[in-house]
């Protein structure tokens, strides 16, 4: 390992940091701050879908779902209980997961696939109760006159404050799920998703810890809908439709399913890209849907997989051209 | 001594096929017994009954006297009774550090809450669990390849790889399954080396093996299995002069 290496491996994360306070600085218009804030909330999505699909190989296709009960439950605790905001960005997430109990008890033991499609017909029950129960919803009007925090005697209506909310969330969300996956509970995630017939025979009891991954990835994905709710300070039934899952399964496969710094900033590239590609105009749809499907083809480990090993190169545990030790390992098999 | 583990009239069949049928042995604590016959003799679906990946259609299982033919599979696991598998279950994508650190499931304790604020018990834990893996590890030879990818290894170890992480728990019965499958004879002679050591260290062991050299050996007592039924039981001189396996068995396949 070079000096470089060292410098570079001890620096990476608060040179990050440090740009990614820096931003707002840079950001030309409010327009592109707004385009910002919003990815950060959804590579906070699709890091939290990660931890179900990444950890356990389940697949939920109705996500959305609970990314809005997150935000309609902060919004009515707020507006209608004048509960503090905090305490509503956190019952938000524990009333998604609630939901995630009520979806996952009776379908964790089901196969993957019964799993997906149960999820996205949750996704379209929540959807209708959104847009009906509107006593409680507002129906297709939504909740309007969300407050905003006013922390510090910061007035965070201001996009380019908000986003500071945003990236502390976002650090947080990722520094949690770091830990997790470093620890028992966490490799018995993860060990589900390898084999799910070892994982049982090591003790691991498989449903238990799927549902420990679903209820820990719809907390998050809750709390990001009650950040959506006192950014947006408005909320309708339209932000919830399912196309929203796909986009965000989109953004976490692309990411690379597994990787934590991949399917964040698969959820940052898939937020700004279209909005990049503005000036196109309705053909960037078609662009989009195709970089989505050539990463997947060409890069099965997605942007994540790229980042760790350009990472690995930087770090010096990586030598580029050096095939990997699998490959050297396999052929010795076959001798 | 006294039976650790015991089944008795276990059986189970696919469709026609009698699988194991009306199986009865014990397993003494602190002993390795070996369980042989031909292929396709049912060897590994008794295993499969033993560690409840099948529900037996007759008869039940005995560990430490208590009746656990309806206990699920990882609980089993719970209460010490771990296995390998014979055609390699690991973790691929996961180092071989983490594979191991799963097979100390059961003897951890951590929760999700814990670990995902990393208090100072989560962390005191894992570092106590790194260490017993590493341990672990060079008992097996495995210790320089501690950060590797499971998929990575070469068959052998992949075969070590998956009895260091049954055996990682202290279990108090391992079942190892064809463990000297594919290693050559220098590997061979510390894989006997390394069972008798697993047997010595207080771990009850049961072994499916068809390297007669191996089961001659090291084993305490050898099963025999034919057609899913037993047709001998005994030390190993007993059962290399029992006339139906020299048959069935020893006397037209030795590989
Ligand atoms: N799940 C199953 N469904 C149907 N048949 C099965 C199943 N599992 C095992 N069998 C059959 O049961 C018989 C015993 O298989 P088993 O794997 O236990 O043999 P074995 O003694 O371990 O053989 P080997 O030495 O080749 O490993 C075989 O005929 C096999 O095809
Ligand atoms: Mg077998």
Known sequence: MSTFNKIYKYSRIWVLLIVAILLPKWIPNLYYQGVVNTALIFAILSLSLNILSGCTGLFCVGFVAFYGIGAYGAAILATRFQWPILLCLLAGGVISMAFSLLLGLPTMRLRGMYFAVATLAFGEIMYQLFVNWVSVTGGSSGIKRIPTPNWFGVNFRKPENYYYILLVAAVIVIILTRNLINSRPGRAMLSIRENDIAAEAMGVDVPKYKMLAFAVSTFFAGVAGGLFAFYARYIDPTSFVNAESSAILAMMVVGGIGSISGSFIGGLVLSILPEMMRFLGNIRLVLYGLAVVVIIIFAPKGIGGAIEWIDGVLCGTIKVGQQSQAADRQAEVKE | ?255
């Open chain 2, 1 to 255: 001594m006294t039976a650790i583990l015991e089944t008795k009239g276990i059986g189970i069949h696919f469709g026609g096929l009698r699988a194991v049928d009306n199986v009865s042995f014990t397993a003494e604590e602190g002993s390795i017994t070996a369980i042989i016959g031909p292929n396709g003799a049912g060897k590994t679906t008794l295993f499969n009954l033993i560690a409840g990946f099948y529900t037996p259609t007759e008869g039940s299982v005995y560990f430490e006297g208590k009746d656990i033919t309806k206990v699920k599979t990882f609980r089993r696991t719970d209460m010490g009774l771990t296995r390998t598998f014979q055609n390699i279950n690991l973790f691929r994508d996961l180092s071989v550090m983490d594979n191991v650190l799963v097979g100390l499931h059961c003897k951890t304790k951590c929760d999700p809450i814990s670990a995902m604020l990393s208090l100072p018990n989560k962390r005191k834990e894992e570092k106590k669990s790194r260490e017993q893996v590493m341990e672990t590890l060079a008992f097996l030879g495995l210790d320089h390849v501690a950060e590797e990818k499971a998929g990575s290894l070469s068959y052998g170890m992949q075969k070590n790889l998956e009895i260091a992480r049954a055996m990682v728990s202290h279990p108090k019965v391992i079942l190892l399954d064809e463990p000297a499958s594919g290693l050559n004879t220098s590997d061979l002679d510390s894989l006997s080396k390394r069972v008798v050591a697993i047997r010595d260290s207080g771990i009850t062991v049961v072994l499916i093996e068809h390297k007669m050299d191996v089961v001659m050996t090291i084993s305490d007592k050898i099963i025999v299995l034919n057609f899913g039924k037993k047709i001998a039981d005994g030390t190993p001189d007993e059962v290399s002069q029992d006339e139906g396996v020299i048959e069935a068995y020893l006397g037209k396949d030795d590989d």
